[in-house]
């Protein structure tokens, strides 16, 4: 079982930069994909990045690539989503997530696969 909490979501202006946080409690394996997720209003979640727990393999999705960066800390089961040159467009609810895997396997964008999330926390940017 896996418990899952964000923090550092706010209100920030249109070019800042955030970094959410997510801490695991509970095991994160090597072979467990961490993801990124946000919502936009009356929309479904959208994929924002993912790594493999282990470091050797992740994925951005190309609406926010260069802009954002996923990072993990093992040694703190914390898992991070740093957003810069933030626009309005970037205003949603953004969600931490973990599949859980008993071997490696690819990344996928698909929130059905994962197991556990988080609560979710809120980002707005304002122009």
Known sequence: ??????????????????????????????????????????????????????????????????????????ASNTMYLQMNSLTPEDTAVYYCAVETRTRPGPIVTREDVYHYWGQGTQVTVSS
């Open 1 to 74: 079982q896996v418990q899952l909490a964000e923090s550092g979501g706010g209100f920030v202006q249109a070019g800042d930069s955030l970094r959410l946080s997510c801490v695991a409690s509970g095991t994160i394996y090597n072979t467990d994909n961490t993801g990124w997720f946000r919502q936009f209003p009356g929309k479904e979640r959208e994929f924002i990045g993912a790594m493999r727990w282990r470091g050797d393999r992740s994925l951005i999705a190309d609406s926010v690539k260069g802009r954002f960066t996923i990072s993990r800390n093992a």
